[in-house]
């Protein structure tokens, strides 16, 4: 691969670190503060994403779309790092979970009705989605194991089950629901027995039982919660490609979702190691600043050589899936999937360390920044899954 941005993408990188710079950082104190006051969605998202779209930062996240920039997985890595850098900046930009994902599904799987109806108004930032799959009851790591029901009833589907961890059900923008669940529980191939079928979230039957804290923090702006659905009833042509489906769309959305999250871990820990520097450097300890203590010295290389290679694994996985498609790249995948999150929450740590007490109070970011690096090591898989995948994907060379 070649490791040079396109000037295109270097123009875009100078222009959305403009944006950062001069709305976003600014608004960082603006926005804890309210959420720190009960808003989980603070005005200022909604007030700086005109902005963003004016200046054509907006919907980069979708690949070769009429919507957005019309950009390669590769050409997006480095702008996604960018909007990592602050938790809730790529929704400024029409590109945070799980709206990416669930936009791509629309575009990929939905229907011309689907795509007018709810793809649309998410591109254009009008409204918000949720993506329904895990459950309480069940080891969803395994997603053959979704026990939520999806029955036929002449036109239309009856809907049951609880989920959990559905980000974004709570706000009140969410719109629609993209809901996974069996169709075919007997099915003797169980990648076939599940399907996803599009809920409004309107739709009699739906209770939000309650927000889900992460770590004690809110979960802002993504908040999770815990959905139950009870004989909910929407029309037959609401299912995603067809009965028996829904394994195969999970596993289409899952791979660019995967990457997103890694790319802007990466923009999340590249700012931990800049607080990690400043606060060291500006300390003093046992007669000298604590950034000439070798620990700190050690910490701070190794923060470095850890990013670094987590970037490059990116890169190459992005490369690839735009060389051989997503599928194609379950490998390189597999293997972002658990480095760049373990090594956010390393880094991410270690300036906690260096921040002392300061580092696990709020004032500084870092304890809401690692406890959202820790959630990336369950969420679309857990480093389990993946390091079995790998596993087995490097015996299998040797049959």
């Given amino acids: 691969m070649d490791f040079e941005f396109s000037p295109k993408v270097q123009e875009l990188q100078q222009r ?26 603070p005005a200022v998202v909604g007030e700086l994403k005109p902005r963003a779209r004016a200046a054509g930062l907006w919907n980069l996240f979708l690949p070769h779309s009429d919507k957005g920039a019309g950009l390669t997985n590769l050409e997006y890595a480095p702008l996604c790092e960018i909007m990592g850098r602050v938790l809730w900046s790529p929704e400024v930009f029409n590109c945070s979970a799980p709206d990416t994902g669930n936009m791509e599904v629309f575009a990929r799987y939905g229907t011309e009705a689907h795509k007018q109806q709810w793809l649309l108004p998410l591109l254009a930032g009008e409204i918000r989605s949720c993506f329904a799959m895990t459950e309480p009851a069940v080891a969803s790591s395994d997603a053959t194991n979704i026990q939520s029901s999806i029955v036929r009833d002449g036109d239309h589907y009856l809907i049951n089950g609880r989920k959990w961890f559905s980000s974004g059900a709570p706000d009140p923008r969410c719109k629609i629901f993209i809901f996974m669940g069996k169709t075919d529980p007997d099915n003797p191939d169980r990648h076939k027995q599940q399907s996803m079928i599009l809920v409004p979230r309107d739709t009699p039957g739906i209770t939000i039982v309650r927000s889900l804290p992460i770590f004690g923090f809110s979960g802002a702006p993504d908040v999770p919660g815990e959905v139950l659905f009870e004989n909910v009833r929407v029309p037959a042509q609401n299912m995603l490609l067809g009965e028996g489906r829904g394994f195969e769309i999970a596993q289409g959305r899952l791979g660019p979702g995967r990457i997103h999250h890694c790319m802007r871990v990466i923009g999340v820990a590249e700012r931990a190691l800049e607080a990690m520097c400043k606060r060291t450097r500006s300390r003093v300890a046992f007669g000298k600043p604590i950034s000439e203590q070798t620990v700190t010295l ?11 290679q987590a970037r490059l694994l990116v890169l190459n996985a992005a490369w690839m899936m735009d060389i051989v498609g997503n599928k194609g790249a379950k490998k390189e995948i597999a293997m972002i999937k658990v480095a760049a999150p373990t090594m956010a929450c390393r880094v991410i740590d ?39 995948q790998l596993g087995k994907l490097e015996l299998a060379k040797y049959k």
């Fill in 16 to 41: 959305l670190n403009a944006f950062m710079d001069e709305h976003v950082y600014p608004n960082e104190a603006r926005f804890y503060k309210e959420v720190a006051a009960g808003n989980c969605w």
């Fill in 298 to 308: 050690e910490r701070i290389a190794e923060s470095r050589i850890m990013i670094d």
């Fill in 350 to 388: 270690w300036a906690i360390q260096a921040h002392g007490g300061g580092g696990i109070t709020d004032d500084f970011g870092l304890a809401m920044a690692y406890a959202n690096a820790r959630v990336l090591r369950i969420v679309d898989g857990p480093d389990e899954v993946h390091r079995n």
